[in-house]
């Protein structure tokens, strides 16, 4: 696509006169030339409309683009704060290594102490220190804290994509071109 300055103009502009196209002279150069009011009229009235409609398809196709960058923005902003959260958890006092795929309760002490511990609030019963309980969660795999309510939807949504993987032969994904060439 050429986009030289030379289509910058808003003016109605008019092909310029050849008397000879192609070396051949015309019979009558002057009835090429005739154009009415009327004419330049319509020709600017019609290229007006043609800006129209282009400027209204750039703004139509921006505004996908628009929406797309709204959901980008709020899907980052939601990566953030998960791990935001989760250096967080891995930030809190614990006196053990913790393994994926676990559960470990979190607790705060009366000197405003987070901790992990290994013992739920049912095990503890009434015999546990002065505590209160903020919640438990799951160390994942990939070092990442599911909340202990959330992790059957977890573990469903991990069985899916499982499925969805094992249904990848090994074959199949050797054929695979990766070569994008852009």
Not at 99 to 119: A, C, D, K, N, W
């Amino acid at each position: 696509m050429d986009n030289s300055d030379n289509l910058s103009t808003k003016a109605v502009a008019l092909v310029e006169r050849n008397v000879q196209p192609q070396g051949i002279p015309l019979n009558d150069p002057e009835a090429v030339a005739k154009f009415s009011k009327q004419d330049l009229v319509a020709l600017a009235a019609e290229i007006q409309k043609a800006d129209s409609f282009v400027k209204s398809n750039a703004c139509s196709k921006l505004q996908v683009i628009v929406e797309q960058i709204r959901y980008l923005k709020k899907q980052a902003e939601s990566i953030l704060m998960e791990a935001d959260w989760n250096t967080k958890l891995h930030h809190v006092a614990c006196n053990f290594v913790k393994h994926p795929g676990h559960v470990y309760h979190l607790y705060q002490r009366e000197t405003g102490q987070l901790y992990f511990s290994m013992i739920s609030p049912e095990e503890w019963g009434n015999s546990g220190p002065n505590q209160t309980y903020k919640g438990s969660y799951r160390l994942e795999h990939d070092h990442s804290w599911t909340p202990l309510g959330n992790t059957d939807q977890k573990n469903k949504d991990m069985a899916m994509l499982d499925k969805f993987w094992s249904n990848i032969s090994t074959t199949s994904s050797k054929s695979i071109d990766l070569n994008v060439n852009v």
